[in-house]
């Protein structure tokens, strides 16, 4: 696999038009004007991010001209996108160029923004705000109100009742016009970006009669399809402190490890394919999880970051470390059969009430056998010896 292969298959979901025509392009040695858009609707980036972010590397290494845009124009409208309610506040491009102010700098953990073709910084917030009415109703122009209403969130939406908010409505506009005010070939985000992304290719062709690619990349998620993102709570951030960053992934399920490595590392496919089956042949995650964690703090810091980070964990969670934590002695007979990580620590009286439980397990509260666990629903088989900590609350199964 050479260079143009890797670029068109690690890490890529959808080519449009299509992988052929987009290759024939690449090899052909022309030099693309591509980008990637953040909309920065909070001050920090997060390994979700780094997905896509490390494809605009790979462009980059190959010479092309990358575009990092950010998006103070388009946050103003707010992306509908995965969302199943309007939002309730809309930010200002004050709000929005200030959470961005270290964007860049939490961005060069990744590209370049310096030395040999370095990746160009832009805001679409000037040229977005300086549409005039003409100007946005011949964008307008090219499209029906029939083409927008079918995004599948807005069905959703209206089969529960939940409103549309026009501003937002607006958005893959507004979006699609950064195409064309950047003149660029290729647009690079993720796959639930499909169809913003797809109305700047329209776009394109409407205005300026030439053709624009899009790349999709995969959302970084488990198995099951949960993201890790800030919308749904386990965002880890670029620039995390590498003891926390560390150790929020290893309090990731296992089922994201694959995913995790095929993402966000350069580890070989066949490597990947060789850990997942010695998982399915019964060999323990935690293995490839700690080498997961290390890689990726190493990426994101230094070797000797991800050295300590790994040593803190291990003197913390594996060797029994319980820190400021009072061990006291707790009843096997006091666990049901067959317990949940959530009915141990409710059983073990270290939570109130069921909910609390579940509200300690989801904040990363919780280790078993000095293990941090956050599936509140995992089966749990308790014996003599086995250790629960509980925030500072710790106790040894004694009898």
């Known amino acids: 696999m050479d260079a143009i292969d890797h670029l068109l298959t690690r890490g890529v979901d959808t080519i449009y038009p299509n992988r052929e025509a987009f290759e024939k392009v690449l090899r052909s040695g022309k030099k693309l004007r591509l980008y990637q858009g953040f909309d920065p609707t909070g001050t920090q980036l997060h390994i979700g991010h780094a997905v896509a972010i490390r494809k605009l590397k790979e462009f980059q290494d190959l010479g092309h001209h990358v575009i990092f845009l950010i998006g103070d124009g ?11 309610k309007a939002r309730g506040k809309f930010m200002s491009r004050e709000e929005l160029r200030s959470n961005a102010q270290d964007y860049v700098k939490q961005a060069s953990k990744i590209i370049r923004f310096d030395g040999d073709n370095p990746v160009e910084i832009l805001y679409n917030g000037d040229w977005l705000n300086s549409l005039t009415l003409v100007d946005i109703l011949e964008i307008a122009q090219n499209f029906s109100v029939q083409q927008l209403i079918e995004r599948d969130m ?3 939406r ?10 937002e409505f607006l958005y893959p506009l507004l979006q699609g016009y950064d195409s064309v005010a950047m003149s660029v070939d ?8 499909s169809f913003n992304m797809l109305a ?3 776009l394109v062709s409407a205005m300026q009669g030439r053709e624009k690619f899009v790349m999709t990349v995969p959302l970084l998620a488990d198995a099951k ?15 995390d402190a590498p003891n926390d960053f560390y150790g929020k992934i290893m309090s990731l399920g296992d089922d994201a490890i694959i995913p995790c490595f095929t993402l966000l ?18 060999e323990n995650p935690m293995k490839f999880k700690k080498q997961l964690a290390y890689e990726l703090t190493r990426q994101f810091n230094s070797d000797k970051d991800a050295e300590n980070a790994q040593k803190q964990f291990e003197t913390r969670f594996q060797k029994g470390d319980l820190g400021n934590a009072e061990l006291v002695p707790l009843s096997l007979s006091a666990f049901s059969d067959n317990p949940t990580l959530s009915d141990v620590v409710l059983a073990s009286g270290f939570a109130s009430s069921k909910s609390e ?19 509140y629903h995992q089966a749990i088989s308790p014996k003599k010896g086995d250790i629960l900590k509980v925030g500072r609350k710790a106790g040894k199964i004694t009898s």
Request: net charge negative; no cysteine.
């Open 265 to 282: 590392t350069d580890i070989s496919d066949n490597d990947i394919t060789a850990m997942q089956e010695q998982m399915t042949e019964g």
């Open 158 to 167: 209206m089969k529960r009742g939940e409103s549309i908010n026009l501003r």
């Open 74 to 84: 388009t946050g103003q409208a707010g992306d509908p996108s995965g969302k199943m």
């Open 225 to 239: 399809g949960v993201k890790i993102g800030k919308t749904e709570g386990n965002a880890i951030g670029l620039t």
């Open 154 to 156: 807005y069905q959703e």
């Open 357 to 375: 439980a579940k509200r300690l397990i989801e904040q990363k509260a919780v280790a078993f056998n000095n293990e941090l666990i956050t599936d």
């Open 186 to 193: 290729l647009e690079l985000g993720g796959t639930d970006q």
């Open 200 to 202: 700047g290719r329209q």
